[in-house]
């Protein structure tokens, strides 16, 4: 995989119409973006109980993007394992990369979301489940990416010679683990992931960059335990756009970029929302993307 920076427009999709996220897509596809993602919820994950502003479904949204782009690499921040089987999931990601000819980036993640849970799943688990549901929904996938018929027997899940046709047009399709579980997210990333998308506390406005420093050595550390290279892994982090553009200068924004470059970030996402989405998008294209060395 390049090492060559990437640059990610992410925007949930609550409360906006399927018109809105393809204008937001496309848009951030025509700027040069890598990436456009969205989140894997049934419900508006801030205010579940609450009347309006819930999403339409991700994997049938992706797959309307997939027809309606030709460039820009599409996937979830992150899926939730536990919200289809993963048989299903690896034949619906399977889908999304025919249809796109090859664009997918499959993102999963443990799930959190305990009224989301409760309310399609009609249960919640354990964190230790949870995280062993995620192992295994991988494993599978990953399997059933790569081979027509997969056969695994795990604890949570068993699957018999299952057929996985016609093929995905990656291979493989790569794997994007998201969250920073010290004992088991990021070990599992460091076993399976192409790109490991790191989570830390300073979301609400830029990534702390100790905080940053600290899962990068937990990330290496899992993988010399193993033997893998750690460079071979792309390791990504949020910028929440909205805040910075209106707190920052542009020179400000590059900053924090390069400090997350030289750490060996190769992935930055950009999280935009609310109705400055597409101006943000357009600032970015040509304000910043520019300033680095890549083929935008």
Sequence with gaps: MSKEIWFEIHAPPEGKSFEEIKQICQTAEEAGFDLFTITDHFMNMRNPRGVGNHPLESWTTLAALAAVTKKIKLGTLVTCYAYRRPTVLAKMATTVDIISGGRLIFGIGAGWHEEEFNGFIGSFPSAKERLRG?????EICKSMFTSERTTYHGRLYIVNNVLNSPQPVQKPIPILVGGSGEKVTLKIAAKYADISHLITSG??????????????SVLKKHCEAI????????KATFIWLSRLVSDNSIEDIVNKINEYKNRGIGLITFLV?????????Q???KEVMPQFQTHH
Excluded: P
């Design 134 to 138: 995620l192992l295994e929904t991988i």
């Design 203 to 216: 979301l609400s406005e830029v990534t702390d960059l100790s905080e940053l420093d600290h899962k990068l």
């Design 227 to 234: 033997g893998r290279d750690y460079n071979d892994i792309r």
């Design 273 to 281: 929302s609310g109705a400055r989405a597409l101006s943000d998008v």
């Design 283 to 285: 600032l970015l294209s």
